[in-house]
């Protein structure tokens, strides 16, 4: 069965950085791209980045180039998004996903003083 | 960036009748184009892949149709697990794109 497990969310001030991880279980992780999603009542659900199964090709929303960095560690089967700058326009819910057919759970993001 | 209008907003609609679903691009993005439901507290869940492709697992009642601006997403007959919100996504362009949702509520 494939999971897809987000954690590292939470309550960071603006300014602050998080890192949240995605762990992978069921599939061989290194054969998939993988994408994190972030979702808002107000804005809906917006894609964040992207990473190739090798790593090779990465691209981001504009809103937050230059701030997050996607990476991924096929030995350990994990998926990361670390997140710096943050502003209250981070605040949301952040998915992983693997080719859109699978996804986590979501891990909540706060950013606020 | 492709922008992606979903219409209506909300549908009112009775289990057993047919819901229809539209989303329209502001330039084309052929075929790439999916449709997800979500129910509260939950992942996207994916219906549609490629415009009409149905996702593993995904009954026949829901369909999917279009090309380059215009796609519809049909649900042939209501089932009271399929009120939820539906969102389509175009996978032609980087960014990515998601459209605002359709709320299919219970009439």
């Known amino acids: 069965e494939v999971q897809l497990v987000e954690s590292g969310g939470g309550l960071v001030q603006p300014g602050g950085s998080l890192r949240l991880s995605c762990a992978a279980s069921g599939f061989t992780f290194s054969s998939y791209n993988m994408n994190w999603v972030r979702q808002t009542p107000r804005r809906g659900l917006e894609w964040v980045s992207y990473?190739?199964?090798?790593?090779?090709?990465?691209y981001y929303a504009d809103s937050v180039k230059g701030r997050f960095t996607i990476s991924r560690d096929n030995a350990k089967n994990s998926l990361y998004l670390q997140m710096n700058s943050l502003r209250d326009g981070d605040t949301a819910v952040y998915f992983c996903?693997?080719?859109?057919?699978?996804w986590g759970q979501g891990t909540l993001v706060t950013v606020s003083s | 960036e492709i922008v992606l209008t979903q219409s209506p907003v909300t549908l009112s609609l009775s289990p057993g009748e047919r819901a229809t679903l539209s989303c329209r691009a502001s330039q084309s993005v052929s075929s790439y184009l999916a449709w997800y439901q979500q129910k509260p507290g939950q992942a996207p869940r994916l219906l549609i892949y490629d415009a009409s492709n149905r996702a593993t697992g995904i009954p026949a009642r829901f369909s999917g149709s279009g090309f380059g601006t215009d796609f519809t997403l049909t649900i042939s007959s209501l089932e009271p697990e399929d009120f939820a919100v539906y969102y389509c996504q175009q996978r032609s362009n980087w960014p990515l794109t998601f459209g605002g949702g359709t709320k299919v509520e219970i009439k």
């Open positions: 990473i190739s199964s090798s790593s090779s090709t990465i």
């Open positions: 996903t693997r080719d859109w057919r699978d």
